[in-house]
Each structure stands twice: as C-alpha cells, then as structure tokens.
T-cell receptor, first 113, second 114 residues
Framework: DQQVKQNSPSLSVQEGRISILNCDYT??????FLWYKKYPAEGPTFLIS?????DKNEDGRFTVFLNKSAKHLSLHIVPSQPGDSAVYFC????????????FGKGTHLIIQP | SAVISQKPSRDICQRGTSLTIQCQVD?????MFWYRQQPGQSLTLIAT?????????ESGFVIDKFPISRPNLTFSTLTVSNMSPEDSSIYLC???????????FGSGTQLSVL
C-alpha cells in the first residue's frame, strides 16, 4: 500500500514556464515532507522541505505548497530551466525529521527547449 | 553537507553470486542507511547500520540476504547475497545531516543480475 503517491510518472514543460509536480499521501501521521531531485547515474539530492506547521516554503525558484486537509503537496518550479530535467521524488515522515522517510515513485520532469 | 562515495557504480552479476557494495562518508556519522530502488519503484529502506551494533532491518529484508558491516563511523558495506534477477536494482547509501532534517545520498550502485 503506497503511502506516498506521485500519480504522474512523467511531465513535459516548456522552458521558462512553471512546472508543477504533485504528491499525495495517505498517512495522517506524516508531518514533514521533502522533495528530492535525481539525475541519471547520480544519487538523489535534497531540494526543499516543509513542516506540517506551514503551508508554503520557498527557496529561489522552488516553492512547496502543503494542503493538510487534502493530504496533498506540490512543488512549483518557476521558471523551468533545462537543468531541471530530472526525476523528482516526494518523501514524507512522521516525527518531524528525516528518520523513516517514505518515498513516492517519482515524476520524470522533461523541460522542452 | 556530507560527501558519500559509493562503489561499484554498476555491476552485472550472475545468478547465485554475491556482491558487496562499499560506502565511505567524509565525516563521522552515527547511522548509515541503505536503500533500494527497484525499476519503476520508490526508494525503499533496507536497513539502518549503526557502528558497534547489529544493523536494524526493515520489514521484508533479512540479514542473511543483505548482511551489513559497519566497522567504523565513516564506512559501511552492504552485501547482496545469492542474487536473483529480482535483486536487479539501484542500491543507495545515505546519511542524515547534523540536524536530522534531510538525507544525503551516495551516487548509487546499479546492479543487474542475469
């Protein structure tokens, strides 16, 4: 039973536009959420996180929104750049930290020139 | 951030053999984590390796299949034993940051079992 779901295996966005990656979760105990980016033949790298006490966190071109009532979070990338083409993983934990992270299956973002 | 060196980066192995994956961190850490990503699947935690004690395995993973060593605070190995094609995956080593708020990952080992 997938507790963290990324329902779009892939997403294609034009360069300069906004990329929106979505993630849903089922475990109401999750209170800390992270996004990771992964290039081929590399390990995942941390992008941005959000605690359940917030509904938005921003870092440069990356913004994560959390809707606790809907058990949904999204990652917005504005503007999208060619280097953003990668697989993006959503992850969640209960307990406010990186212990026991549960990952989604990932969304492959392709930025079109 | 932590720098994690993992090797081999990839290997192709025969069914029934074993492969040991090495993970070296550039700083001392209490816990090291081993993850697996099967094709098209999410990252799944295999076990947590603590220095000086037995590794803690997640449900569905056993020590006989995935023995782990943790001889010091900067190094760990994961062995995939008696391999079958179902073990074909990316295996990743990771550590937490000092505040425990995120994981850093090694570059992974792409394992293919024929």
């Amino acid at each position: 039973d997938q507790q963290v779901k990324q329902n779009s295996p892939s997403l294609s966005v034009q360069e300069g536009r906004i990329s929106i990656l979505n993630c849903d979760y089922t475990n109401s105990m999750f209170d800390y959420f992270l996004w990771y980016k992964k290039y081929p033949a590399e390990g995942p790298t941390f992008l941005i996180s959000i605690s359940s006490i917030k509904d938005k966190n921003e870092d440069g071109r990356f913004t994560v929104f959390l809707n606790k009532s809907a058990k949904h979070l999204s990652l917005h990338i504005v503007p999208s750049q060619p280097g953003d083409s990668a697989v993006y993983f959503c992850a969640a934990s209960a307990g406010g930290g990186a212990d026991g992270l549960t990952f989604g299956k990932g969304t492959h973002l392709i930025i079109q020139p | 951030s932590a720098v994690i060196s993992q090797k081999p980066s990839r290997d192709i192995c025969q069914r029934g053999t074993s492969l040991t994956i090495q993970c070296q961190v550039d700083s001392q850490v209490t816990m090291m984590f081993w993850y697996r990503q099967q094709p098209g699947q999410s990252l799944t935690l295999i076990a947590t390796a603590n220095q000086g004690s037995e590794a803690t395995y997640e449900s569905g993973f056993v020590i006989d299949k995935f023995p782990i060593s943790r001889p010091n605070l900067t190094f760990s190995t994961l062995t995939v034993s008696n391999m079958s094609p179902e073990d074909s995956s990316i295996y990743l080593c990771s550590v937490r940051d000092l505040r425990g708020e995120k994981l850093f990952f090694g570059s992974g080992t792409q394992l293919s079992v024929l």
